[in-house]
């Protein structure tokens, strides 16, 4: 036991709509508009200080599966477990999330995006409680357990910040995304550009081609849509990209590790804690939206077993934003690109943000500012 474990006194799930400028386009259709759930936890640490946490994802519900009032009672039903959960450092809470997760009903990958904002909120408020930002504490010092508890025997004795920068980084490159309607030449001047796909294996090689002539470097993310592996093959072996994410649908066999180009699970990435079950991949994407403690020992996992391993966003606005890129700070990846589609396609959702961390919001020379406010997640 640690005298800054943490009893949830409260949390509180608020919701608001988020309206894109321009409609993001996936395999499975446009997104104009999604729902940002947050959630506002209220702790009690063991040696008596008490504090304020806050967690918020987009509820992509055309991603994630299942519809948004499912989501929304979710995230409901999870924030009012927590008070039950006991007092306990942020990554045991989170293991009782997971195993709620695992445990309901519907697409499992909805409930882990609705269980995203209560983990997160549990993280902030046990930092905001010391006084520290969360990725100094992530150590001995302060966690009960090591890594090999949640991960395996393998590692015993790691900690997370074994893996993390003691010095974050202070700018990002953007990592810009083109939805499957949107024309080639929208590549002119960028750096790095993530490429949706279709699975019309024709279609989607002269459209990698086209975009490859602008200069940029690509990721391609067919969100699921190859069914058939001649197909993909076929695309593997024609085209240049850093990385591919998750062309098969989730739940199907990984394509294979001796391909021409790395490709990562993302949608069919397992509980995070059953990773060395994942056979087929040559790495992961690592999200937030999915939680903090789920981002964490999944990243954890892929640096121990030097997997490729890159952070993507789910169009994050606001504080989830804010979130996603100090995390991406304190981190080291294969591709150090930085996902953040919200400036292109939902604006609006960073008003607040935008006064607050204006150097986060602001694309210059390829890049945007982390300012990490020093306590908390973000």
Excluded at 94 to 107: E, T
Excluded at 135 to 142: L, S, V
Excluded at 227 to 239: E, F, G, K, Q
Aim: charged share 20%.
């Amino acid at each position: 036991m640690k005298p800054t474990d943490v009893r949830i006194v409260a949390a509180v799930p608020s919701f608001r709509p988020v309206p894109f400028a321009v409609p993001l386009t996936l395999s499975s259709g446009p997104i104009t508009g999604l729902t940002e759930a947050t959630v506002t936890v209220s702790v009690e640490a063991r040696n008596g200080r008490t504090a304020n946490g806050v967690g918020s994802v987009l509820l992509s519900h055309p991603w994630a599966g299942g519809t948004d009032d499912a989501m929304r009672a979710t995230v409901r039903s999870l924030a009012a477990t927590l008070p039950a959960f006991g007092t306990a450092d942020p990554l045991q809470h989170g293991a009782r999330l997971l195993d709620l997760v695992a445990r309901s009903a519907g697409p499992r990958l909805a409930a882990e995006v609705a269980a995203g904002p209560v983990d997160q909120a549990v993280h902030d408020a046990w930092a905001r409680a010391a006084g520290l930002s969360a990725y100094r504490m992530y150590t001995e010092q302060y966690l009960n357990a090591d890594l090999g508890s949640y991960l395996g025997p393998d590692f015993a004795g790691d900690w997370p910040d074994n893996q993390l920068s003691a010095t974050p980084a202070t700018t990002l490159p953007v990592q810009h995304v083109l939805g499957v309607a949107e024309p080639a030449a929208d590549a002119a001047g960028r750096r790095w550009i993530k490429l949706k796909l279709t699975g019309r294996v024709d279609a989607d090689i002269e459209r990698v081609r086209a975009v490859s002539a602008h200069g940029a470097r690509l990721a391609l993310d067919p969100n699921e849509a190859y069914t058939d592996p001649a197909d993909l093959a076929r695309l593997l072996h024609s085209v240049h990209a850093e990385y591919v994410e998750q062309p098969v649908p989730r739940g199907a066999p990984g394509p294979g590790t001796a391909g021409p180009l790395p490709v990562l699970a993302d949608e069919g990435l397992p509980d995070p804690r059953e990773l060395d079950t994942l056979t087929g991949w040559d790495g992961i994407v690592v999200k937030t939206c999915r939680g903090q403690s789920s981002a964490l020992l999944a990243y954890c996992w892929a640096r121990k077993r030097q997997r490729f391993v890159v952070q993507q966003d789910l169009t994050h606005v606001g504080p989830a934003l804010a979130h996603a890129a100090v995390f991406a700070a304190h981190c080291s990846y294969s591709v150090p690109a930085f996902e953040c589609n919200s400036l292109q396609y939902a604006p609006a959702g960073n008003a607040e943000l935008a006064v607050e961390r204006p150097g986060l919001v602001t694309e210059r020379d390829g890049r945007v500012e982390v300012s990490a406010s020093g306590v908390g997640i973000r």
